[in-house]
């Protein structure tokens, strides 16, 4: 049974300009792990991987049903890889017992959908 649907998307330039006025965005964002892989990528990766765990963290909380806010932070929520290139998403204190997504880049935007699924 699907318990939530999500789906977020966010231009480059956006993510970009942030970054260059405010460098802390990147910490609020993105979690310890997720940064040390950030720290290894090319200036323009950098924005398209900010971007897509942007996305995919606000499609996840869409998809809760909450939003990011007092009850789920960006912190909250990582998005990591399997060996295969595969997302996944892994929740502090979550008790969802399936999450689909899929992230998308294009030259302009960065996208990500999310399916939270309860296995009965």
Same mark, same amino acid.
């Given at each position: 049974?699907?318990?939530?649907?999500?789906?977020?998307?966010?231009?480059?330039?956006?993510?970009?300009?942030?970054?260059?006025?405010?460098?802390?965005?990147?910490?609020?964002?993105?979690?310890?792990?997720?940064?040390?892989? #950030?720290?290894?990528?090319?200036?323009?990766?950098?924005?398209?991987?900010?971007?897509?765990? #942007?996305?995919?963290?606000?499609?996840?909380?869409?998809?809760?049903?909450?939003?990011?806010?007092?009850?789920?932070? #960006?912190?909250?929520?990582?998005?990591?890889?399997?060996?295969?290139?595969?997302?996944?998403? !892994?929740?502090?204190?979550?008790?969802?017992?399936?999450?689909?997504?899929?992230?998308?880049?294009?030259?302009?935007?960065?996208?990500?959908?999310?399916?939270?699924?309860?296995? !009965?």
């Amino acid at each position: 049974m699907i318990l939530g649907i999500g789906l977020d998307i966010i231009e480059l330039d956006r993510i970009r300009r942030i970054v260059d006025r405010q460098p802390g965005f990147i910490k609020r964002i993105l979690t310890i792990n997720e940064i040390e892989t #950030f720290m290894t990528l090319t200036r323009e990766r950098k924005v398209e991987y900010l971007a897509g765990r #942007f996305a995919a963290k606000e499609a996840y909380a869409k998809a809760r049903g909450t939003g990011i806010g007092e009850d789920l932070s #960006f912190q909250d929520i990582e998005v990591k890889n399997e060996k295969s290139g595969k997302p996944y998403i !892994s929740v502090q204190s979550e008790k969802v017992q399936t999450i689909h997504i899929s992230i998308t880049h294009s030259r302009e935007y960065a996208a990500a959908q999310v399916i939270i699924e309860h296995l !009965s």
